[in-house]
C-alpha cells in the first residue's frame, strides 16, 4: 500500500494478485538453466554435509560442526538460503532447531542435520541423520526404515502424480514402521485410519524448490482460479499441486519423539495403542529426518542430491 501510495496507483496496481498467481504457476516448471544452478548447490551442499559426517564420528560440537559445514560448502552463514539445523539427540527432536551448542555432546548418539546452499540465487535443501555407537537398537531400525521408505517415496515421483498422493504413502509408510517396530500396539491399517502416527510425523513430505526454499505456487490448481488448500487431516502440507515435468521438490519424511506431541497421546482413547515404555525410551534419540531434491523428468525422476552423497 505504501509503494502505491507514493506513486499515487490504487493499491491493485502493484502486484495484482491476478498477475502474481500466473507468475507463481509459472514458476513451476524449471528450465535447464535453474534445474543446473540447483544442482550445482546440491553438490556445494553435498560438500558440507560431508564435513559434518566427518566430525560425527569424533562427536564435535554443533557448533563446531556448522563451521565445518560452511567452510566445506564455500558460504558464509548469511549466504545460507537458510539457517543451518545441526541437531544432537534431544535437540533433533525440534523442528527447525536453531541453536548451535558449544559444548560437545553428551551422550552424542543422534545427529540430525539440514543444510543447503545456493547458486545463482536458486537453493539446495538437503536432510541427513547420522547415529554413532551405542544407538538405542529399535532408533537403528526406525533410521534404516525411514531410509528405505524415502528411497521407495523417491522412486514413486513421476509427471501426473499429486503430491498429495506421495504424502499420504508417506504418512502410511511411517505408521506401518512404528508398528513393525512395536512403538504402536495396533495393526498398521487400524493405526493409519486412526492417524496414530501424526506426533511422530507432524509436518509435510516437502515443497517445491527454487528461488525460494519454499518455492511459490504450490497450492494453486492453476494459473487462474482458486488454490487448493491441504485437506484438514494434513494441514501443514506445503503443496497440492500435480506433479509435472520439470518440477523440483524435496521428499523429507520425518520420525520424531516430541514430548510435547506424545504427551498428548498419554490420556485418553488412543492411550493403549502406544508402547509408552519404548516411546520413553526413544525420546532421548531425538529424531529423523533424510531430505532429498528431487526433479521430475518426463518420464520419471532425478535425485539431484543423492548423486553428491554416498548415503
Not at 498467481?21 to 560438500?47: F, M
Not at 526454499?213 to 494459473?223: A, I, M, N, R, T
Request: charged share 20%.
Amino acid at each position: 500500500p505504501k509503494t502505491a501510495a507514493s506513486l499515487d496507483l490504487p493499491a491493485s496496481a502493484v502486484e495484482p494478485a491476478a498477475l502474481l498467481q500466473r507468475l507463481d504457476w509459472d514458476r513451476g516448471p524449471k528450465t535447464p538453466y535453474e534445474v543446473e544452478s540447483i544442482r550445482a548447490a546440491c553438490l556445494k551442499a553435498a560438500l558440507g554435509h560431508d564435513a559434518v559426517r566427518e566430525g560425527v564420528t569424533r562427536g564435535q560440537s554443533e557448533h563446531l560442526l556448522h563451521l565445518a559445514y560452511l567452510e566445506a560448502s564455500g558460504q558464509l552463514g548469511r549466504e545460507c538460503p537458510y539457517e543451518t539445523i545441526i541437531a544432537w539427540d534431544r535437540h533433533a527432536a525440534t523442528l527447525h532447531y536453531p541453536h548451535k551448542q558449544r559444548q560437545e555432546p553428551s551422550p552424542g548418539r543422534t545427529l540430525l542435520i539440514d543444510a543447503g546452499a545456493t547458486c545463482h540465487g536458486y537453493a539446495s535443501d538437503i536432510t541427513r541423520t547420522y547415529l554413532r555407537p551405542g544407538s538405542h537398537p529399535v532408533f537403528h531400525e526406525a533410521l534404516l526404515g525411514m531410509v528405505q521408505l524415502q528411497n521407495t517415496l523417491v522412486d514413486t515421483v513421476q509427471p501426473g502424480l499429486p503430491y498429495l498422493v506421495l504424502h499420504e504413502a508417506a504418512f502410511r509408510g511411517v505408521t506401518e514402521l512404528l508398528c513393525v517396530l512395536g512403538i504402536l500396539k495396533v495393526g498398521a491399517e487400524e493405526a493409519f485410519e486412526r492417524r496414530l502416527a501424526f506426533p511422530f510425523f507432524p509436518h509435510g513430505l516437502g515443497h517445491h524448490l527454487g528461488l525460494q526454499v519454499h518455492d511459490v505456487g504450490g497450492k494453486l490448481s492453476g494459473p487462474t482460479g482458486p488454490p487448493t488448500p491441504p485437506p484438514a487431516e494434513f494441514p501443514w502440507l506445503r503443496t497440492t499441486r500435480t506433479l509435472e515435468a520439470g518440477h523440483v521438490v524435496t521428499i523429507e519424511p520425518g520420525l520424531y519423539f516430541i514430548p510435547l506431541l506424545l504427551n498428548g497421546y498419554r490420556e485418553g482413547k488412543d492411550s493403549k495403542a502406544f508402547n509408552w515404555d519404548l516411546v520413553d525410551a526413544l525420546i532421548p534419540s531425538g529424531g529423523i529426518r533424510i531430505e532429498d531434491d528431487v526433479l521430475v523428468t518426463p518420464s520419471g525422476v532425478e535425485n539431484l542430491s543423492r548423486a553428491f552423497l554416498d548415503t
